[in-house]
């Protein structure tokens, strides 16, 4: 690969990680708002999610510009998985709360409206991210975009969820989405803090 290439490649990478991060950014305020009038469990999880996903797009665009060294990002790899844990343990006690007073949160237009289009916008930079990452054989702009397509896909059952709760007024729905993200949350932070062992 010519020096071209790879730098045009390497620039297309960090668009993609920025353009995660600004929508991400945007993410949490709307999903704040949207989580506190409708009162919604999985709503609230998904924006800590967000915070997952802006952390792991600013490990990528560290090492894209050569400024990442092992020992760090290593540590950054522990810290992602400790944040999954503790994104499933706020989820299963808001979820406990949610069931044991009672409440029933009320539809999300915003929600849904948003979440519609995080699910477009999340696969669409996966796959340039995984074509990128191929492209440039760099294993961390691969592995975020399988971040990025689980960040799709959690999307994608949230917003089952909150179109289930609007239509049939199903409001364990959202206490199932938020279900979802804490499977998640365990099963990433074990993958990632097994796939980083201590350092010596």
Known sequence: ??????????TRGLRLEYATLGWNVIEIGFLVYGAIAARSGALAG???????????SLVVVWELKGTADPAREQRAVRLIGLAFFALALFIAFQAAVTLALG?????SPL????LTGTV???FGLAWGKARTGRELANPVLSAEAKVTVVDGSLATGILAGLVLNAVFGWWWADVAAGII???YGIREGTVH????PPSP
């Open 103 to 107: 409440i029933r949160p009320d539809s």
């Open 46 to 56: 998904f924006a800590l999610d967000s915070f997952i996903e802006i952390f792991a």
């Open 1 to 10: 690969m010519s020096p071209e290439r790879r730098r045009h490649l390497t």
């Open 193 to 196: 803090l097994r796939s980083s």
């Open 111 to 114: 929600g849904i409206t948003w």
């Open 120 to 122: 477009i916008v999340m």
């Open 181 to 183: 993200l804490v499977a």
